[in-house]
Nanobody
Framework: EVQLVESGGGLVQAGGSLKLSCAAS????????IVWVRQAPGKEHEGVSCISSSDGSTVYADSVKGRFTISSDNAKNTVYLQMDSLKPEDTAVYYC???????????????WGQGTQVTVSS
């Protein structure tokens, strides 16, 4: 059974930090890219960051560049998203998803987690 399980969300004050985890199972981790996607209330899904498990290359949305860091522990089949200098506009449900590579439309990602809530207070 394919599973992506996010954890690490919560409530934090502006300027604070959180570290999200995405634990994957049931598929060949090294064959996939893992993307972090967020959805704020009333807004569309937004790709935040992506990492290719095969070569470790990374991509960041302009809105989080310099504040968020994506990393992967292939031995644990886990991807992390370190979020620093958080802003109220980062408030959203954060999902991880597995797909063929970065730079593809979100609908091409095959597997999705259930999401974890991140709330940043001002």
């Amino acid at each position: 059974e394919v599973q992506l399980v996010e954890s690490g969300g919560g409530l934090v004050q502006a300027g604070g930090s959180l570290k999200l985890s995405c634990a994957a199972s049931g598929f060949t981790f090294d064959d996939y890219a893992i993307v972090w996607v967020r959805q704020a209330p009333g807004k569309e899904h937004e790709g935040v960051s992506c990492i290719s498990s095969s070569d470790g290359s990374t991509v960041y949305a302009d809105s989080v560049k310099g504040r968020f860091t994506i990393s992967s522990d292939n031995a644990k089949n886990t991807v992390y998203l370190q979020m620093d200098s958080l802003k109220p506009e980062d408030t959203a449900v954060y999902y991880c998803a597995a797909g063929p590579r970065c730079y593809v439309p979100l609908h091409e990602y095959d597997y999705w987690g259930q999401g974890t809530q991140v709330t940043v207070s001002s």
